[in-house]
Structures are given as C-alpha cells and as structure tokens.
C-alpha cells in the first residue's frame, strides 16, 4: 500500500482545511486508516482513524472540531478540518494498517504541512 497525502495550507485560525490521502492498492476498503501529526519539537500523535466498517475514534483534542471520513470507490481518506487553532499547526501523515484495532500502523504517506495563523 502506498499513501499519498495532500492538502498543505496556511490558515488563519478559525478558517478550515481538508486534508486528503490517496491511497494504492486493492485492500483499501478493508485497512483502518489514520490521521496522526507531528508539531515542531513535539512527538507524533494520534488525530483520528477509522476502521473498514466505519468505526470512528478522534483525539479529545480535535473531536467536534475534525471530520475523518474514507471514499472506498476512490482509494481516499479524508480529514476535513474546522475551527482550526494555531496548536493544530503540524506535519500530517496518513497511515494503513490490515488490523481493525492496529497497535502500530504498518504503512505510512509523506507528510503534509499544515499551519495555523493567530
């Protein structure tokens, strides 16, 4: 599985950003992807998955604010982004795994970058 992530911006707070995740191969529908992030000088964390059945799981820090959602038919994840704050300023990732409840996802996309302006 290859994963190519898209959507890189600059954003005054308040202001909204989708993130997208092209993803290879035929098991698509069947991976739980993942959004995760990486601030300056912090380590990476969990934003958000959902499995192949649909089943949800956000960061109490983004929930109510991010939306992760998967288009099977084209191979593609989203993470739609509002009310964003100068604290979801990060690199992204998108992340595959075979299991429903990965402990580690086993493919990962490039990053991309989103900024947050005050």
């Known amino acids: 599985v290859q994963l190519q992530a898209s959507g890189e911006g600059l954003v005054q707070a308040g202001g909204s950003l989708r993130l997208s995740c092209a993803a290879s191969?035929?098991?698509?529908?069947?991976?739980?992807m993942g959004w995760f992030r990486q601030a300056p000088g912090k380590e990476r964390e969990f934003v958000a998955s959902?499995?192949?059945?649909?089943?949800?799981n956000y960061a109490y820090s983004v929930k109510g604010r991010f939306t992760i959602s998967r288009d099977n038919a084209e191979n593609t994840l989203y993470l739609q982004m509002n009310s964003l704050k100068p604290e979801d300023t990060a690199v992204y990732y998108c992340?595959?795994?075979?299991?429903?409840?990965?402990?580690?996802?086993?493919?990962w996309g490039q990053g991309t970058l989103v900024t947050v302006s005050s």
């Open positions: 992340a595959a795994d075979p299991q429903v409840i990965p402990k580690s996802y086993y493919y």
């Open positions: 191969g035929r098991s698509f529908s069947s991976y739980t």
């Open positions: 959902i499995s192949g059945n649909n089943r949800i």
